[in-house]
């Protein structure tokens, strides 16, 4: 969707603006982001195609940049829910422990569960999304907007969930009931263990 903006036409007074606050020659080629180098005008050609081809590849390897850092965060998330609840169901400790024990338990759960619902909520807005365009006027434009939005379409069709590893992690509210399900386990695990 970035890319789309920065390719949408600006109006002149817009062209003024950026021209002024960038200090850039041709202020009509932007990025994806708003890139603005002091020694350099990144409008100019040779910068500007540089700059298009290192955003547009790391646009494209950031999920696999991020699938270590999910991968952490899973995990940790899964040991911190296991290790709470045992320490939780222990009937010898004190107090003060078991608030704290409880407090990281709400903390990790809350902080885990907005992570999962924000992937359930670009789904649903994904789904609002292809539901506008379908009850649009669309038949009524051209013929190569009609295409184009063919394309969007087909796009729209498949879930948009957060997913790493090449699918082996889709983060949704159901992952999140797993993690609680397999914290849990663990916890009953332990205990006939001790016993």
Same mark, same amino acid.
């Given at each position: ?8 036409? +600006? ?24 890139? %603005? ?22 646009? #494209? ?9 999910? $991968? ?9 829910? /296991?290790?709470? +609840?045992?320490? +939780? ?15 990281? #338990? ?14 359930? +909520?670009?789904?649903? %807005?994904?789904?609002?999304?292809? #539901?506008?365009? #379908?009850?649009?006027?669309?038949? /009524? ?22 997913? $790493? ?31």
């Amino acid at each position: 969707m970035m890319a789309m903006d920065a390719l949408a036409p +600006l109006t002149q007074e817009e062209l003024e603006i950026r021209r002024e606050v960038f200090r850039t020659k041709n202020p009509e080629r932007r990025h994806m982001v708003n890139v %603005y180098f002091y020694i350099v005008d990144e409008s100019e050609s040779w910068y500007y195609e540089f700059i298009w081809l290192f955003l547009c590849y790391f646009a #494209l390897k950031l999920n696999d940049l991020m699938s270590p850092v999910v $991968f952490m965060i899973v995990i940790g998330a899964n040991l911190t829910f /296991s290790l709470c +609840l045992y320490e +939780l169901t222990l009937n010898t400790i004190s107090k003060t422990r078991l608030f704290k024990f409880f407090v990281y #338990l709400v903390g990790m759960g809350v902080q885990y569960f907005t992570f999962c619902d924000c992937s359930e +909520l670009v789904d649903t %807005y994904q789904d609002m999304f292809r #539901l506008s365009i #379908l009850q649009s006027d669309w038949h /009524s434009i051209s013929t190569q907007s009609r295409r184009d939005l063919c394309i969007v379409l087909a796009q729209l069709q498949r879930p948009c969930h957060f997913r $790493f590893y090449n699918g082996f992690f889709v983060v949704s509210r159901a992952f999140f009931l797993k993690v609680v399900k397999t914290a849990y386990t663990f916890v009953n695990f332990m205990r006939i263990r001790n016993l």
